[in-house]
């Protein structure tokens, strides 16, 4: 069968990952509607098919999935901050697990045939002991991000085996490209170019295993074209270590600023030490990375160069 007929539903379609993912489906033909309570900018819009601006959950989904009779959704609405999960466990289990809970359950009443790609997060295996990581690795979050994220996993397990929704969940390690507007890259840019030293948690020797959106959206293309959908998981990542300071330099450089880069030597609740996947499983659909981080690194640089002027008008 050839599953690339369309549509696919994306939620959370306005959000970093989302907005690239409606882009490369795009481009690939697909039929693409967007979901998301904020609205959408001129420039996604022209990626998708329609827009509907809906706060889920909200009985307009189901009637919404009746109507188009998806192929396809990605879950991609949720919560994207293991610091803010920690101050505000509340809001990150209501949109992260139990929004997951209610488009299971609005898939298995609207649209019983679609298929659903959750996105997770490396958070699941907290602080691993072993690298690289599969996905047969005890999984033991230090984080409620982690936790929920697990819980949403076991809610598509539990709608495969009961209800028979087809779904898989996607373990993205440390996502970056041009659109962040949070997280290390970001922070490391706006304190070089507005300061002279940049200031940073931990050591320095810390790791992840940096993966960019372009590559992201590669594995989920393939993970849609290929994949069982028996409610099994991917880690996707590029199966490569990078220290912090590395990626500090890469960054400075990229950027023209002699900066000092000082750490702290203390490290933030939730946040693990090292993270390498092992991304076998991916790898035997044909995923292949093709961004190292040192350009896609050097590249986020450059387009934080050339839109400086616009940060200061919208929040981060």
């Not at 693409?32 to 609205?39: E, K, N, V």
């Not at 998806?70 to 803010?84: E, N």
């Not at 690289?132 to 076991?154: F, M, N, Q, T």
């Amino acid at each position: 069968m050839n599953r690339n007929q369309g549509p696919i539903v994306i939620t959370g379609v306005t959000g970093f990952i989302g907005s690239h993912l409606a882009r490369h489906f795009s481009e690939q033909g697909w039929s693409t509607i967007g979901i998301d309570r904020t609205p959408a900018s001129n420039d996604l819009l022209a990626d998708l098919s329609s827009f509907h601006c809906l706060k889920l959950p909200d009985p307009a989904f189901g009637i919404l999935l009746k109507d188009s009779s998806p192929q396809l959704c990605i879950h991609c609405a949720g919560t994207a901050s293991v610091s803010q999960s920690i101050t505000d466990v509340s809001t990150d289990f209501y949109a992260g697990t139990v929004l997951t809970f209610e488009v299971l359950n609005a898939l298995r009443l609207s649209a019983p045939r679609c298929r659903l790609i959750f996105l997770s997060s490396a958070a699941v295996y907290g602080d691993p002991p072993d690298l690289p990581v599969s996905e047969d690795a005890p999984l033991r979050p230090i984080s409620p991000y982690g936790y929920h994220k697990l819980l949403c996993e076991k809610t598509a397990q539990e709608f495969h085996s009961i209800y028979g929704v087809q779904s898989c969940a996607v373990r993205i390690f440390s996502a970056y490209g041009r659109g962040l507007r949070r997280q290390v890259l970001w922070d490391i840019c706006q304190k070089a170019l507005n300061s002279d030293r940049v200031e940073l948690l931990g050591t320095g020797d810390e790791t992840r295993d940096f993966v960019h959106v372009q590559d992201i959206a590669q594995g989920i293309a393939l993970i849609a074209d290929r994949a069982p959908f028996q409610a099994e998981v991917y880690n996707l990542a590029t199966g490569e270590e990078t220290k912090i300071r590395d990626l500090a330099e890469i960054l400075i450089a990229a950027l023209g600023r002699g900066v000092e880069v000082k750490f702290t030597g203390t490290s933030r609740a939730g946040d693990p030490l090292r993270w390498r996947a092992d991304i076998t499983r991916l790898s035997e659909l044909g995923y292949r990375p093709q961004t190292p981080v040192a350009i896609g690194a050097a590249d986020y640089a450059g387009w934080i160069l050339q839109n400086k002027p616009s940060f200061g008008e919208r929040p981060c």
